[in-house]
């Protein structure tokens, strides 16, 4: 609720940066295909890790090594997003 808010005080042009500029937010391309696959493959994974990505840390802090497969996988995946991202269609 508070980012459906906050994106209408950015289109509205109420909120502007610290520099004083508009905040611009592109309109996203419509389609729900996309959307669904995008978020059964983050909820697989984050339902086969069992965390959530804050938690990760607690759970690493907690003495769990094991997540520090997830956390690798998670990284990983950041990584492999940004260098083909150019390339995905979105």
């Not at 391309?29 to 909820?43: E, Q, S, V």
């Not at 769990?64 to 990584?79: D, K, N, P």
């Amino acid at each position: 609720i508070l980012g459906m808010i906050m994106m209408t005080f950015f289109r509205r042009k109420v909120i502007k940066t610290f520099e004083g500029k508009d905040i611009i937010v592109p309109p996203k391309k419509p389609g729900i295909y996309r959307n669904l696959f995008g978020g059964i493959l983050f909820g697989l994974g984050w339902g086969l890790a069992g965390a959530c990505p804050g938690p990760m840390f607690v759970l690493l802090g907690q003495g769990v090594v094991a997540i520090l497969v997830v956390i690798f996988g998670a990284t990983f995946g950041a990584f492999l997003y940004g260098v083909f991202k150019e390339k995905l269609p979105h």
